[in-house]
């Protein structure tokens, strides 16, 4: 049910939406599905986090997919940000010696 004054966002996703992302490499699996999808905006602000659009490779991203899949594992999203901290930290470490 719906909060008094809270904003719904409808967005529609049609034919051509997809045959354009299709077009621009998506993949089948990535792909929304037809129709009128609506949203409740996010409730709070994430703070010291970027929205980006990024490309990875298949492979990579299936592996990080079924890692995520075990029991009490992390989201997919964050551990790959994790092993990105990892190596920064490690790189951080090396100029520093």
Do not use: W
Not at 31 to 53: C, F, M, Q, S
Not at 81 to 88: F, G, K, S
């Amino acid at each position: 049910m719906n909060k008094i004054n809270e904003k719904i966002i409808e967005v529609e996703v049609t034919k051509k939406d997809l045959e354009e992302m299709k077009a621009d490499g998506t993949s089948e699996k990535d792909l929304p599905e037809l129709g009128v999808k609506r949203y409740r905006p996010a409730r709070h602000i994430i703070k010291d986090k970027n929205k980006i659009t990024l490309l990875i490779d298949s492979d990579v991203l299936e592996h990080f997919e079924t890692r995520s899949q075990e029991k009490n594992a992390a989201p997919c999203q964050t551990q790959i940000n994790d092993e990105l901290r990892r190596i920064m930290e490690r790189d951080k470490e090396k100029l520093a010696a």
